[in-house]
């Protein structure tokens, strides 16, 4: 029974300094700083964009860049184009297009340990603040690289250097070895609706 | 029983022939151009971020793009250093911070409504490929905003106009309207064992 009449006004703000509070406490409490390993995972859109806009916010910060493309269906994306061109940014592309077009087993594997040696380098690199390793989770899935190997090099990096891992189905063992963890549920795509790969959202 | 020795080459190579074709089908298949709307919604880290590298991806395609961003706790954001300066971006913030930091519903709603009239002018704007409309979810949840009314503009902006939202909670007659949705699980984030947010990453 309320013996009192309800101000909405009073009761937002109310709830709102109780809403501060609850996350002052919490952001006072997170007080350390560390290279985090991130891993973008699930089936849903949007891992890779997440992972190049987290570029675009290292490089707004000034920090030196390194990605490594493991799994590449075509040349003409936006992100290569704008990204690769910045100050800052090594782009390499370790791929040979997307794998079920090479049908090739022994190739595929060899191209995949190729491409983790440019991958150690960058995570040896203390000048990477940032290192976006993207569809890396498709080459464990595989067993084309072993996955003791890349934990240990993800492990040795730079203290402050941030790693960002995208792909479907990343396995358990790099999601406990990983500070952030997101699933992207797919919801909903419009490719199933027909709708081909956009320029600027989708490539 | 097999009556004929497993090749694991030949066993591969027909799995991804397989594979291949059912790829191949589907991308001739999906065969419309239009502009999306998509919604990246769920409590995991990565949304903003994820719209962030679409704007990489649409500058890379020599797109113009407009971003609007509702609610913006700090203004040391490496996506805005960076990306606002690009050639091509209209850059605004149209949030006071967190809103819980203003704690006056009526200076909010205020704050909300202004903020569309510039959403809106932009979804007016041919010229711009891609629109963000970063955690406007927020002000839909909290009903500062008009969910017909967004609907409407969003369904009257220009046919080949992109448009990406962002934000917790996104309403079911947003993602209704939506083409792409994709729900970001927080399955772990390092804030939660102590470490603050992190330039380059978070922001």
């Not at 390194?66 to 690769?84: C, H, N, P, Y």
């Not at 079920?100 to 995949?112: F, K, V």
């Not at 072993?146 to 990343?170: C, F, S, Y």
Request: net charge neutral; hydrophobic share 45%; with cysteine.
């Amino acid at each position: 029974m309320h013996l009192l009449p309800i101000d909405p006004e009073e009761s937002h703000r109310a709830r709102m300094e109780r809403k501060k509070a609850v996350v002052d406490a919490a952001i006072a409490r997170a007080d350390q700083d560390k290279g985090l390993l991130l891993v973008l995972t699930g089936n849903g859109k949007g891992k890779s964009s997440s992972a190049f806009g987290m570029v675009a916010r290292a490089l707004g910060h000034g920090l030196h860049v390194g990605v490594a493309q493991f799994i590449k269906g075509r040349s003409d994306t936006g992100e290569e184009a704008f990204l690769s061109r910045q100050a800052g940014v090594v782009w390499r592309v370790l791929g040979e297009g997307f794998t079920w077009e090479t049908q090739d087993l022994t190739r595929d594997t060899e191209t995949a340990q190729n491409g983790w040696a440019v991958a150690r380098a960058m995570l040896r690199d203390a000048s990477l603040g940032l290192v976006v390793l993207d569809e890396l989770t498709y080459l464990l899935k595989r067993g084309w690289l072993d996955l003791a190997t890349v934990l240990a090099d993800l492990e040795a990096r730079p203290p402050m250097q941030h790693v960002v891992i995208t792909g479907r189905g990343a396995p358990d063992a790099l999601c406990d070895a990983a500070d952030t963890v997101s699933e992207l549920r797919d919801v909903k795509h419009a490719f199933r609706a027909g709708v081909r790969a956009q320029k600027g959202v989708d490539l």
